[in-house]
């Protein structure tokens, strides 16, 4: 039986030719002309004036935090549903996330419960772009300028989702976006952390190498202990690659996602990615919710899935029920959601008849609550 995978990169020969280039031709002098290609050609796509290319989201926003200054004492507010990624970074800085609900319809931050949150420890607001979706940017912005807070966005699953015309990633102090091989683009791994700071910029450079200044003369001296979060110029070269197919990259997420709500769109109980005013979704992740009082949706169908032959993805649990934090019950859409979704197979080699078995497996799953 053939094996639908949830996801899964899309590689030509052109990431082939420019991996190749980079591996056999991309040491000495040129050791860096992909990677500063790709962080050029990123900030010039997302329309930030900055970028800088690294391991993975998660040390893109390790590094942004630390070059904000957050750290002891310091509280950050995040979204309950979330990968523990995100949250990583403000635990190693010392800093304490704070847990808030999200909105039933977009599984995004909910402003009002984000508002109520602040106290005078906040430093940042993390905005988690859930699988393409969008938090409400203007709501949140008024917000933070009103409490005096800053924004940070987390785009890592939101490449080619726009907000009032802009990209994801752009609206905030920084931006972080992940290039992990289930990524709508790919570099295997990889992050970028972008912004229109250039005192951020500057301090993000220092920190990812080691603490080493640019201005600073001597090769091997730091003028403090930083990380080591940079990218390879291999890696970047794929990237580079995969930016110039970027259109037809996030166009085939989309289509994948509208067959699916096409289908399954069926009665109230069932809903999915929403589509927002305003907003173009990048579709990254294709999700199912259906609201079935005293079942467990996301077990049935992940048992359906595996009955079919197809790998299933599980919805984010809400981070605060993890045991090194504290129960948060009160955000109840969080800790209902990851009972009633599931994320969908979506990747660009899917056939109209692998889309249709997921579908009947979906759809038989509905058929027992009737």
């Known amino acids: 039986m053939k094996r639908i ?14 991996a190749t280039d980079a591996a056999q031709n991309g040491w000495g002098e040129r050791c860096y002309d992909y990677l500063n290609r790709f962080e050029e ?11 800088v290319a690294t391991s993975s989201c998660t040390g893109a ?7 904000l200054g957050i750290g002891m004492g310091d509280e950050v507010i995040v979204a309950d549903t979330n990968y523990i990624a995100a949250i990583a970074p403000i635990v190693h800085l010392g800093a304490q996330p704070v847990f808030v609900d999200v909105l039933s319809d977009t599984w995004c931050l909910d402003i009002s419960r984000v508002e109520e949150a602040i106290t005078g420890q906040t430093k940042a607001v993390l905005a988690t772009h859930l699988y393409g979706n969008l938090v409400d940017m203007e709501a949140l912005a008024t917000v933070a300028r009103d ?8 785009a890592a699953e939101a490449i080619g989702s726009t907000y009032l015309g802009k990209p994801a990633g752009s609206l905030g102090r920084f931006g972080a976006f992940s290039f992990h091989g289930t990524k709508t683009m790919t570099t295997g791994e990889g992050g970028m952390v972008v912004t ?6 500057e301090r993000v450079l220092v ?5 080493r200044s640019r201005s600073q003369p001597a090769s091997f001296v730091a003028d403090e202990i930083g990380y080591k979060f940079k990218m390879s110029n291999i890696q970047a070269a794929i990237g580079c690659a995969q930016l110039s197919r970027i259109g037809e990259l996030v166009s085939r997420k989309q289509e994948i996602l509208d067959y699916y709500r096409a289908a399954l769109l069926v009665d109230d109980r069932v809903s999915m990615n929403p589509r927002q005013g305003g907003c173009v979704s990048g579709a990254w992740m294709p999700t199912i919710r259906v609201e079935c009082p005293g079942r467990k949706p996301a077990e049935d169908l992940a048992r359906a899935f595996k009955h079919a032959g197809v790998d299933s993805r599980p919805f984010f649990s809400p981070i605060s029920s993890f045991v090194m934090f504290d129960d948060r019950p009160e955000n109840l859409v969080a800790y209902r959601l990851f009972n009633e979704a599931i994320n969908l197979p979506s990747y660009a080699e899917m056939t109209d ?10 759809l038989e799953v509905i058929s027992r609550y009737d």
């Open 41 to 51: 050609e990123f900030a010039d796509h997302v329309g930030t004036e900055f970028a």
């Open 196 to 201: 229109d700071d250039e005192g951020l910029y």
């Open 353 to 362: 008849a692998d889309q249709d078995l997921v579908i009947e497996a979906v």
């Open 5 to 18: 995978a949830y996801t899964g990169p899309w590689i030509t020969e052109l990431e082939v030719a420019y």
């Open 147 to 154: 409490r005096g807070v800053t924004i940070i966005e987390d």
């Open 207 to 211: 920190l990812a190498d080691h603490g």
């Open 61 to 67: 926003l390790h590094l942004g935090m630390a070059g």
